[in-house]
C-alpha cells in the first residue's frame, strides 16, 4: 500500500509518486509533512468528492485545502477528480507553499491549482463575505485536532457544500483526556469498548454545534474511524429552521463502567405546531440513571453527542457504484474502500455497539460463535449488524436488558465457574435477575452479511510503524518569512473572490 518513493537527482528532494500525483518534499526531516500511511485518506477523498460531484449534475468543484503541506492532496484532486473549477492549497509555512509551487509544475497543474500562505482560520473568514468566494469542498487535515478550523470552515462553505475533516487526536476523542475533549469539542468522552463510535459523534456533535450558530445544519454522509485516526464527511446546509430541528440529533449516553451498558438519552424533541416548530425539553428517562439497571454499577455520563444517522446510505450506494468501476492501477486501497463503504452501508443507525468478547468476560462465560449471537438477536426479532470500528462488534436495536437476558440463556447452556457466583462478584448482581425471554440459539441462514459471504477486505491490520508521524518542526526564520507573506495574500484572495 505504501507510495512509491523514488530518490530525486537534487540532493534536496525525494521524489514520492501516489495517485497520479508526483510530489517532491524536502529530505529534511521534519521540514514538510507527509505520511504515507494516508493514502487511504486521500482515496477515499478523491472519491467521495467524485460521488459529491455525479450526484450534483458533475458539478465543476471549487476546493479549498486549508492545510495542505506538500500539496500532495492538491495535486492529486486535481489530476484525479473530474469537474475541478479551481483548487487553493494553503499553508501557513512559507516553506510548504514554496514546495507546492514546485509541485504544481512537476504535475503541470498550474491553470488549476493556486497556492497560498496564511492562516488557514483568517483565510477562511475572509473568503466567507460572500458566496462567490465561498467553497464548494473543504478538506480539513490538520496534526491533531480540526477543532480551531471547524468555525472558520462553516462560514466558507456554500450551502449544501462538502466538508471534509480528520482528527488525528484519538486519545482525547476517545476517553484518555475527557478534559481536554471537554475544551476542545464541547463535550466528556470516555474509554469504553465503543468510544471509537463516540468519538465519530462528539466531533459529529462539535461540527453541528458551529453550524447552528449560524442557523445551518449538517448531514452526515460518511463518518469513519481508520487506523489512528477519524475521517468524516457532511454536508453543510442553510435553513433556521432545520438548524434548530437538529437538537433531535443531540444528547447523553449514559455509560456503566464495569458491563458497559449504554442508555441514551436525548435533550428533548421537536413538536410541529400550527406554522412553527417547538422543542420540548424532556430529561425524564424510563431508568434510573444513577446506576446500571444490569449489574447495578454506577454510571458515567458521556456527551453531549450526535445521536443521529452516521452515514447516508444513498450516497453509500453512489459511492460503491463509483468505486466499481475503479480498478488498484486506478486505487491502491481500492478493495479496502469497497470493504469499510459496505460496511457502513451494513450498520444500523443505532447509535454504539456491544464487543462480544467483552460482554462474555463481564459473564465470565465461554464466548459464543458471532454468528450464533447474531442469531439469536435475530431470533428475538431484532436487527443485529457489525461496526465498521471494531471486528467483533454487536450493534443492534434491541434494548440492553434483551441483549443481557440473550447471554443470561447461554450461561444456562454453558456454565460459568462456581467460583465468579460469589456475591462480591457482580456476575451475581447480573444474575439475580431472572431473563424474561426464551432464546433460540439455532444459526440462521441470513445472520451473516454480504460483505462477509463475498469476502470483502472489511477490517485491515494495521502496517508496520503506522500513526500520525511527527509534527513538523517551524524554524523562528520561518515564522518572519511566513509573517511577510500575509501582506501578499490579500492580492490572491481579491482574485478569488
Known amino acids: 500500500m505504501n507510495p512509491e518513493v523514488n530518490e530525486d537527482k537534487s540532493s534536496l528532494y525525494n521524489k514520492v509518486v501516489e495517485g497520479k500525483a508526483q510530489v517532491y518534499f524536502h529530505k529534511t526531516k ?34 479549498l485545502e486549508a492545510l495542505a503541506a506538500s500539496g500532495i492532496r492538491s495535486m492529486r484532486y486535481a489530476l484525479e477528480i473530474e469537474n475541478i473549477e479551481e483548487i487553493l492549497a494553503n499553508d501557513f509555512d512559507q516553506k510548504a507553499v514554496d514546495l507546492i509551487e514546485e509541485n504544481k509544475k512537476l504535475n503541470k497543474v498550474e491553470s488549476l491549482v493556486k497556492s497560498n500562505c496564511d492562516d488557514a482560520t483568517l483565510l477562511m473568514n475572509s473568503m466567507s463575505r460572500n458566496w462567490k468566494s465561498k467553497f464548494d469542498c473543504i478538506d480539513l487535515d490538520p496534526y491533531g485536532t480540526p477543532a480551531a478550523f471547524l468555525d472558520s470552515a462553516i462560514r466558507a462553505i456554500r450551502s449544501g457544500g462538502l466538508l471534509l475533516i480528520t482528527a488525528t487526536d484519538a486519545g482525547v476523542l476517545c476517553g484518555n483526556g475527557a478534559d481536554t475533549c471537554f475544551t476542545k469539542y464541547g463535550s466528556v468522552s470516555l474509554r469504553t469498548p465503543a468510544c471509537h463510535e463516540l468519538a465519530l459523534r462528539i466531533l459529529l456533535q462539535s461540527i453541528n454545534s458551529h453550524a447552528a450558530r449560524y442557523s ?47 442508555y441514551q438519552q436525548n435533550y428533548g424533541k421537536t413538536v410541529p405546531t400550527r406554522g412553527n416548530v417547538k422543542f420540548v425539553f424532556d430529561s425524564t428517562s424510563p431508568y434510573d440513571l444513577n446506576k446500571c439497571q444490569n449489574c447495578e454499577g454506577t454510571l458515567k455520563l458521556v456527551g453531549p453527542v450526535w445521536t443521529g444517522k452516521l452515514h447516508d446510505k444513498i450516497f ?9 468501476t475503479k480498478t488498484t492501477d486506478d486505487f491502491k486501497t481500492r478493495e479496502r474502500m469497497i470493504g469499510m463503504c459496505n460496511l457502513a452501508y451494513e450498520e444500523l443507525d443505532n447509535p454504539l455497539y456491544y464487543i462480544l468478547d467483552d460482554i462474555c468476560s463481564v459473564m465470565h462465560c465461554e464466548t459464543p460463535n458471532h454468528n450464533v449471537m447474531r442469531s439469536a438477536i435475530m431470533n428475538c426479532n431484532y436487527q443485529v449488524s457489525y461496526s465498521h470500528c471494531a471486528k467483533n462488534s454487536i450493534k443492534t436495536n434491541a434494548p440492553s436488558e434483551v441483549l443481557w437476558d440473550i447471554l443470561k440463556r447461554w450461561v444456562e447452556l454453558k456454565p460459568v465457574k462456581e467460583k465468579w457466583m460469589g456475591p462480591e462478584y457482580r456476575l451475581a448482581r447480573i444474575l439475580k435477575t431472572q431473563p424474561k425471554i426464551q432464546v433460540d440459539f439455532s444459526i440462521r ?20 510503524f503506522w500513526g500520525p508521524g511527527s509534527k513538523p518542526k517551524r524554524k523562528a526564520e520561518d515564522e518572519e518569512n511566513s509573517k511577510q507573506q500575509n501582506e501578499k495574500n490579500q492580492k490572491v484572495i481579491e482574485e478569488l473572490k
Open 316 to 324: 453509500i450506494q453512489h459511492l460503491l457504484k463509483y468505486l466499481n
Open 445 to 464: 441462514s441470513d445472520c451473516t452479511p454480504e460483505s462477509k459471504k463475498n469476502n470483502l477486505l472489511r477490517y485491515q491490520e494495521p502496517p508496520p
Open 30 to 63: 521534519n521540514e514538510v509533512f507527509y505520511n504515507p500511511i494516508q493514502e487511504f485518506n486521500r482515496d477515499l477523498s478523491i472519491s467521495v468528492m467524485n460521488t459529491y460531484s455525479n450526484v450534483n449534475n458533475n458539478k465543476k468543484l471549487k476546493i
Open 216 to 262: 445551518k445544519y449538517i448531514v452526515p454522509v460518511l463518518s469513519l474511524s481508520i487506523d489512528f485516526y477519524f475521517r468524516i464527511f457532511v454536508l453543510v446546509y442553510d435553513g433556521q429552521m432545520k438548524a434548530k430541528e437538529s437538537i433531535n440529533d443531540i444528547g447523553f449516553f449514559h455509560v456503566c463502567p464495569e458491563c458497559h451498558t449504554f
